[in-house]
């Protein structure tokens, strides 16, 4: 079974921030918090991960909590391309790690 | 990063008959992944396929109806056999590097 709880779909308005949630609260200590996003008809693209502290790259930025209990991916500025479905995902970072899909959030920016 | 071709892109098929679909990747990889997005679904994991060794295949899912191989380092295959309706989905191949998981852009399979 997936480990993580996002909703199922949220919208926002093109040019602002778009926050989206997600819980973990069974995460191990050695479980990284990955995100990923499928657009339509494409195959799921990385977008940022993170263990503890809160991250940052060119496409977004991902907080964490300080229990590590849950997180929320940011997309600073969201655009139109941004409408996808954001998978979040816990994972370990060692070995060859399977990457379990939950059931994602869907996320729509509206001009 | 690695770059993943998957072949065909999409397949129409008869109920009853194979498919085999190709995994390609730019680098050496030890372990290739198949997926299975059916409509409107999110992604399942089939199976993890390691070089030289047989399959390790996901609750759910046998080896005589989704025969993987791997043959080296850069290639695999997944065959969907005895297809029916309800194998209309779209097949994804993944590999992990670093840290990251790549995928393919996915095989969109129609059976009828």
């Known amino acids: 079974d997936a480990k993580t709880t996002q909703p199922t779909s949220m919208d926002c308005a093109e040019g602002r921030a778009a926050n989206l949630p997600c819980n973990h609260s069974?995460?191990?200590?050695?479980?990284?918090v990955y995100w990923y996003r499928q657009i339509h008809s494409q195959g799921p693209q990385y977008i940022i991960h993170g263990l503890k502290n809160n991250e940052t790259n060119e496409m977004a930025s991902l907080i964490i909590t300080e229990d590590r209990k849950s997180s929320t991916l940011i997309l600073p500025h969201a655009t139109l391309r941004d409408t996808a479905v954001y998978y979040c995902?816990?994972?370990?970072?060692?070995?060859?790690?399977?990457?379990?899909f939950g059931a994602g959030t869907r996320l729509f920016v509206k001009a | 990063s690695a770059v993943i071709s998957q072949k065909p892109s999409r397949d129409i098929c008869q109920r009853g008959t194979s498919l085999t679909i190709q995994c390609q990747v730019d680098?050496?990889?030890?372990?290739m992944f198949w997926y299975r997005q059916q409509p409107g679904q999110s992604l399942t994991l089939i199976a993890t396929a390691n070089q030289g060794s047989e399959a390790t295949y996901e609750s759910g899912f046998v080896i005589d109806k989704f025969p993987i191989s791997r043959p080296n380092l850069t290639f695999s295959t997944l065959t969907v056999s005895n297809m029916s309706p309800e194998d209309s989905s779209i097949y994804l191949c993944?590999?992990?590097?670093?840290?990251?998981?790549?995928f393919g852009q996915g095989t969109r399979l129609t059976v009828v």
């Open positions: 995902i816990v994972r370990a970072n060692t070995g060859g790690f399977k990457t379990i």
């Open positions: 680098s050496q990889v030890t372990m």
């Open positions: 993944s590999v992990s590097g670093g840290t990251e998981a790549f």
């Open positions: 069974t995460i191990s200590g050695n479980e990284y």
